[in-house]
């Protein structure tokens, strides 16, 4: 559609109202995530889970088995301080927490942050954290900072290359 000026020579191009933004959902319960056909999430079955937030960067599923949290997408200085809420969440429950990042796509060095103060909060009360699936190139970071050797972290099976 193109609506006319008040100008004879220009015609000004009508520019629609912006889609209503998109909705994040938030606190959402989940069993088993859809995307994933049947036959792969058996082979790569990390637990039930539920998932305590979901946006367009990051999902962190809530997992029973083991206890922890798993983080599917990226992570952030925009979304950081949802990763810290969450392993607090789940370092109140107990000794050990798994943080799964199989899935995780990027991590920056705030979150990196995130995840070894929170081993360090648990080392204090006498428990750990269990860092499942990390890349090559996420244990390389984490060799570099010197973080590899924090109190309170333990890694565990390496993910995929």
Known sequence: MVEESGYPSHRVPSIPAPAAPARVRRFTTSIADTRIPPRERAQNDTGIGVVITSDR???VV???RPRGIRL?????LA????VRHSLRAVAREG???????????FIDVAG??????????????????????ASRQLLRILRLC???TAA??????????
């Open 62 to 64: 809530r997992t029973a």
């Open 112 to 133: 990196l942050r995130v995840v070894i103060e929170s081993a360090h909060e648990l080392a204090e009360h006498g428990g750990h954290l269990v860092l499942v699936g």
């Open 146 to 148: 010197g973080w590899d």
């Open 95 to 105: 000794a050990e927490v798994t943080v799964d990042v199989t899935r995780l796509g």
């Open 72 to 76: 599917d997408g990226e992570v952030d």
């Open 57 to 59: 960067q990051l999902r």
């Open 152 to 161: 309170g972290l333990r890694i565990g099976a390496p993910g995929p290359a």
């Open 79 to 82: 979304n950081v301080e949802i």
